[in-house]
């Protein structure tokens, strides 16, 4: 049944729909039969998906799919550029006064993304150089916990708040403090104004059973696979070793592995769904704790 039918979408009263979701909930599906009815258009909101490197290994809409409805800000940075959340909200902001009359539909599992673009965003200084690599340079001698250990001792605040599972918000909370002299939190509190406002457009977030969540995960690899992953990785393994996001695309580095004969192609297969079921928990913990004010769309 298409998802449609779940869903009554009023487009004279909103012209701009947020559709947050976990990792292979149907967010892009759901999006592309809105899009198709009312004639509107799609804007991606998910860190990884705006790389051109990665189609197939971050599930990118596909070139028919983007002929058949217009897409933006897919695909559209090198994976040899920083891209950071203030460039999107940029982006963003210049798309929304550009497109106001038709219908927009913002898609995508960053949370971060749509935290800012309806609560505001501090903007935070560009990281210098060095400090990047000295953050690295600890991080090799004695992991992560030494930057939390500085982050609780120093800046006990943004510590609290931290995601202590994702080692990247880590180390970018580490270097913000080291770089700026200010840790996340107190920046925080100078956000800029909400690009969007809640009450002012219609915010779905997908709520998949855990089930079916897995048995979408392990089909969507199967395409992935048969699509091509394995060829891509090969052509992007230089991209692993870089410093941004790109480098971080999930299981990028475990199919390189088995594309170098590392690692036995089912054992980098279940590494990646289980990348992917902890993806998809940390995307359903952050809705949870960041997003209220959004409707919860039940999908059995």
């Not at 409805?69 to 090198?78: E, T, W």
Request: charged share 25%; with cysteine.
């Amino acid at each position: 049944m298409p998802l449609l039918n779940e869903f009554e979408i009023n487009t004279d009263h909103h012209k701009t729909i947020l559709i947050a979701g976990p990792t292979a909930s149907g967010k892009s599906g759901l999006a592309m039969e809105i899009a198709g009815k009312h004639d509107g258009i799609i804007i991606n909101a998910d860190s990884l998906q705006v790389y051109n490197c990665w189609r197939i290994l971050t599930s990118r809409p596909t070139p028919e799919d983007e002929k058949t409805v217009p897409h933006f800000l897919y695909g559209h940075v090198s994976c040899h550029q920083s891209y950071s959340i203030s460039r999107w909200l940029d982006e963003i902001h210049n798309l929304l006064k550009e497109h106001k009359d038709v219908l927009k539909l913002i898609v995508g599992g960053t949370g971060l993304y749509f935290t800012a673009l309806t609560k505001g965003f501090a903007s935070i200084p560009d990281i210098n150089g060095e400090t990047r690599l000295k953050s690295e340079e600890l991080i090799r001698e004695d992991g992560i916990e030494r930057l939390l250990l500085d982050l609780k001792n120093n800046d006990s605040s943004t510590y609290h708040n931290l995601d202590k599972h994702n080692p990247r918000r880590i180390q970018r909370a580490w270097e913000v403090l080291q770089s700026t002299g200010m840790g996340l939190s107190s920046w925080f509190k100078y956000n800029q104004d909400p690009l969007v406002k809640l009450e002012q457009v219609l915010p779905l977030i997908l709520d998949i059973d855990k089930s079916r969540l897995e048995e979408n995960i392990k089909l969507r690899l199967d395409r992935m696979l048969k699509s091509g992953a394995l060829d891509e990785c090969r052509r992007n393994v230089s991209i692993l070793d870089m410093n941004n996001s790109a480098g971080k695309a999930i299981g990028a580095s475990v199919l390189t592995e088995y594309t170098k004969g590392n690692l036995p192609l089912e054992e980098a297969k279940c590494k990646m769904l289980v990348e992917t079921r902890q993806y998809a928990k940390r995307q359903r913990t952050w809705f949870r704790n960041k997003m209220a004010g959004w409707q919860w769309k039940h999908i059995p």
